[in-house]
């Protein structure tokens, strides 16, 4: 299969060991703190007739969080945020996409829910198909990246404490960023 070939609707499976799923947040008001998940999987529907007629489904492992310091990391998977034990998995599902196009660099949105700790809220990425080609193995792959920015209130990670300067320890907005591959099953 070439560069440019897709066939008709076909289900993709997101390819863990070549995608990242991070986010960053303000740290004192001033620092910024990055962070990733490790683990997640996930499927895209992707029809090449009608781009805006795909669709995506990712579930996350909530526990797999990782900033890099285990002491943070042990906080963020407790009942102060994730409550991993209470809620182990953030799931994303498209609900539509407008302006998808199978031509490298082409800028799209995917509308979907976004479900974290039990609370669901409809949030939009912003998206960029980076291309597709076919492995050294003979595997058809296609990559896209895409980003948000989230309000993490909004989905009941409310922890906080105010610092004695003013303002408080952890920003509000979450800045999400996805640099994704997909894998086409062989047929």
């Known amino acids: 299969m070439t560069q440019g070939t897709l066939q008709a609707t076909a289900a993709w499976a997101l390819d863990p060991a070549h995608s990242q799923v991070e986010f960053a947040v303000k740290h004192m008001m001033f620092a910024t703190v990055k962070g990733r998940f490790r683990t997640f999987a996930g499927t895209a529907q992707i029809d090449e007739a009608n781009p805006d007629a795909s669709s995506v489904t990712v579930e996350i492992d909530a526990a797999s969080i990782d900033t890099g310091v ?27 996409i407008e302006g998808a196009a199978f031509e490298p660099g082409a800028r799209f949105t995917v509308i979907g829910d976004l479900t974290v700790r039990g609370t669901t809220r409809e949030i939009a990425l912003d998206a960029t198909f980076e291309g597709r080609g076919v492995d050294p193995f003979g595997q058809e792959k296609a990559g896209f990246a895409a980003e948000a920015k989230l309000d993490r209130h909004e989905f009941g990670l ?12 952890v920003g509000r907005e979450i800045r999400l960023t996805l640099d994704v591959q997909f894998v086409r099953p062989a047929a």
Do not use: C, I, M
């Open 70 to 96: 285990a002491d943070r990391d042990g906080h963020l998977r407790s009942a102060d945020f994730f409550d991993v034990t209470e809620y182990p998995t953030v799931t994303f599902r498209s609900k539509r």
């Open 158 to 169: 409310t922890w906080n404490q105010a610092l004695e300067t003013g303002g408080v320890l």
